[in-house]
């Protein structure tokens, strides 16, 4: 009997609402750890998690039986609830709608996980916005400005 095999490995990065800069040093790490749970704990691999104050990305292998919406989907919502469970903020924790999501060869992982796991560093350098429409341009994504995520001057 035949099966079904694939490696898709998956960029995706998704942003605080009001891009806040809620994700503090004191709970950065615990949060990554969470994220790399959820998206393992739904069949995926999860290969890096990393961010910064106001975004995160996530670095995974796409398991065959779910889509990118879905798992981005779950991850968002579980770790929304989870974070206001943990109330590492006053009032209430959302995720701004939508995320970036980018494809990449196995040959690229290396690369991308050192790329996510130094944000810190990164962000010296260029803030979210910057690093975002990169992002786009790079993969050669048509967008319209209205629709990105919402920037304020960094």
């Known amino acids: 009997m035949a099966n079904t095999y694939s490696q898709i490995s998956i960029h995706a990065v998704f ?10 040093s004191s709970w950065r790490n615990n949060l990554h750890q969470y994220l790399s749970g959820i998206i393992t704990g739904n069949d995926a691999k999860s290969l890096a998690v990393g961010g910064w104050k106001d975004h995160v990305h996530i670095f995974f292998g796409m398991p065959v039986t779910t889509c990118v919406a879905d798992l981005i989907r779950i991850t968002k919502t579980n770790s929304s609830k989870w974070i206001n469970e943990q ?22 992982r290396g690369d991308v996980i050192n790329y996510i796991m130094k944000q810190e560093e990164h962000h010296k350098l260029r803030t979210f916005k910057e690093e975002y429409l990169k992002m786009l341009t790079d993969f050669d994504v048509s967008y319209n400005k209205e629709y990105l995520f919402e920037f304020y001057d960094d």
């Open 15 to 24: 942003a605080v609402k009001g891009r806040d800069n809620l994700i503090t």
């Open 87 to 108: 109330k590492f903020i006053k009032g209430k924790f959302h995720w701004q709608t939508g995320y970036g999501a980018f494809s990449h060869s196995r040959s690229q």
